[in-house]
């Protein structure tokens, strides 16, 4: 089966930690290297989704209402 252009699919397993390995050709699309910080979006009817590095800033915006909350000292 051919996947229509820019869309991809992969399998992962999950660890006995809960950790999944991003397969290669998924950080090469989408330009992740080792020490980014992904961001995992959860909806319990749709399931999860990575969204692009891109978009972190957008989807931030989105949830913190263009406010970026202040850490601890």
């Known amino acids: ?3 229509p252009e ?3 699919a992969w399998t992962v397993k999950v ?3 809960g950790q999944i390995v991003i397969p290669k050709a998924a950080r090469d699309i989408f330009d992740i290297h080792p020490g980014d910080t992904l961001i995992i979006l959860g909806d ?3 399931g999860m989704a990575i969204p692009p590095k891109s978009m972190f800033k957008a989807v931030a915006d989105h949830v913190f209402g263009d406010v970026i909350p202040e850490e601890d000292p």
């Open 6 to 8: 820019g869309k991809h």
């Open 44 to 46: 319990e009817q749709q």
């Open 1 to 3: 089966m051919t996947a």
């Open 15 to 17: 660890g006995e930690k």
